[in-house]
């Protein structure tokens, strides 16, 4: 079993939608969780970071933990076509890191 | 903030070249850089961990001898590929970890294509 398990996609939505993105993991010494967005031919972009359950806001970006049900999302709202790309959730424990394969999102005009 | 700088983001040459690749933090002190490969529609893979000042640690499967990797500064880590050949075609990218504890998260650099003819 993959320490970090997410759905590569590909995900498309029309202009507008909300999007979900998730990973699930089975570590429970996680203890910090991060979401990175990558456009193509460029490195990952930090976009969220958090390491407690709960939710936080950046915008239109919700990250949403829960470490009970070892599961964490990523929301878009309003999304635009600028969202575009791949998202890899991340997760830390014990200086180490854990990359999700990253799911791929395209949002239509 | 957490500007990561790599260089080149393009190389291409002939087969038997070896080939650096810098990778800066611009804005903040990097006590951990790390150095992954990534093929096309597929996720990071971790080539190894640099700590400032000492050796890199190297993922099982990634010849040290190959890939040298120098983490001479707080700012600067370099990776080279020596006598590099086709199959070391690939997307690279490093990643910088400020220093301040384990919680903090990984900056990554724009990635360097390296295509060997």
């Known amino acids: 079993q993959k320490e970090v398990e997410q759905d590569p996609g590909p995900l498309s939505v029309p202009e507008g939608a909300i999007v979900s993105l998730n990973c699930t993991y089975s570590n429970s010494a996680f203890q910090y969780f991060m979401w990175y967005r990558q456009y193509s031919r460029k490195g990952p972009e930090l976009l969220m970071y958090?390491?407690?359950?709960g939710n936080k806001e950046d915008g239109r970006f919700t990250a949403q933990v829960d470490k009970s049900s070892k599961y964490i999302s990523l929301f878009i709202r309003d999304s635009q076509p600028s969202d575009s790309a791949t998202y890899l959730c991340?997760?830390?424990?014990?200086?180490?890191?854990?990359f999700g394969t990253g799911t791929s999102l395209t949002v239509i005009p | 903030g957490a500007v990561v700088s790599q260089h080149p983001s393009r190389v291409i040459c002939k087969s038997g070249t070896s080939v650096k690749i810098e990778c800066r933090s611009l804005?903040?002190?990097?006590?951990?850089m790390f150095w992954y490969r990534q093929f096309p529609k597929q996720s990071l893979m971790l080539m190894a961990t640099?700590?400032?000042?000492?050796?890199?640690?190297?993922e099982q499967g990634v010849e040290k001898d190959k890939f040298l990797i120098n983490h001479a500064s707080l700012t600067l880590s370099t990776l080279t590929v020596t006598s590099a050949h086709p199959e070391d075609s690939s997307f690279y990218i490093c990643?910088?970890?400020?220093?301040?504890?384990?919680?903090?998260?990984?900056?990554f650099g724009d990635g360097t294509r390296l295509s060997i003819l």
């Open positions: 990643s910088a970890r400020a220093s301040g504890g384990p919680y903090q998260p990984q900056h």
């Open positions: 991340a997760m830390s424990a014990n200086n180490q890191f854990y």
């Open positions: 804005d903040f002190q990097a006590t951990t």
């Open positions: 958090t390491y407690s359950s």
């Open positions: 640099s700590n400032e000042g000492s050796k890199a640690t190297y």
